[in-house]
């Protein structure tokens, strides 16, 4: 079955650059999503790609995929406080009946 | 979350006792979604909808069932809940199955049973 995988953890300093890996399992997805969920809230999209894309920026925000070894990263510049956070990856597999699937997310933690 | 609204925002509730979670939303989506959040595990999809007078099972559908009445509404039931449910639940809707605009989720029932 399908199955999305994320480190759990991981903890930068202020001002650092953060990367956040995935790797999913359905390579005909058509898109690719990064979810933030902050403590005791839901999750709000913060950006998808289209899997005829390998990198997609915005602001701070940098999405790269490699379809080829069915990885995802995020990476955010400057990182900040405000930025602690949970991220999940998903994907959606192109086949009928089936629903956005999570990785496990992702624990980012940044110290000032 | 604007255009998803869950209902309750906290519950406990006893052993073999049953409840209703109410899904409400005012964007018109087809798509709905019940999905629940347990540490360490991710978001795992209870059951979904994909239209009015539909449902259909996700990942982990024992002990829950659904009903989507209304376009606007969702309801997610524990007719006899277990300790194994307490979990924050998330309610979730799309346009469509592969939406580019991925979904958007209400702001969780957090439901605690003893």
């Known amino acids: 079955g399908e199955d999305v995988e994320q480190s759990l953890f991981l903890s930068v300093r202020e001002g650092d650059s953060s990367v956040i890996n995935c790797t999913y399992t359905d390579s005909s997805s058509t898109y690719l999503y990064w979810y933030k969920q902050e403590p005791g809230a839901g999750l709000q999209l913060l950006t998808y790609i289209f899997s005829n894309m390998d990198m997609k920026q915005d602001q701070r925000l940098t999405v790269l995929l490699n379809k080829k070894d069915k990885h995802l990263s995020l990476r955010i510049a400057d990182t900040q406080t405000g930025d602690s956070a949970i991220y999940f990856c998903a994907e959606i597999p192109n086949q009928a009946g089936t629903a956005l699937i999570f990785g496990k997310g992702t624990t980012l933690s940044v110290s000032s | 979350n604007a255009g998803v609204t869950q209902t309750p925002k906290f519950r406990v509730l006893k052993t073999g006792q049953s409840m209703t979670l109410l899904c409400a939303q005012d964007m018109n989506h087809e798509y709905m979604y019940w999905y629940r959040q347990d540490p360490g595990m991710g978001l795992r999809l209870i059951h979904y909808?994909?239209?009015?007078?539909?449902?259909a099972k996700g990942e982990v559908p024992d002990g829950y069932n659904v009903s989507r009445l209304k376009k606007q509404n969702f309801l997610l039931g524990l007719e006899s809940a277990a300790p194994s449910q307490t979990s924050v639940y998330f309610c979730?809707?799309?346009?469509?199955?592969?939406?580019?605009?991925?979904?958007?989720f209400g702001s969780g029932t957090r439901l605690t049973v003893v």
């Open positions: 909808s994909v239209g009015e007078g539909t449902t």
């Open positions: 979730a809707i799309s346009p469509g199955q592969r939406a580019n605009y991925g979904y958007t």
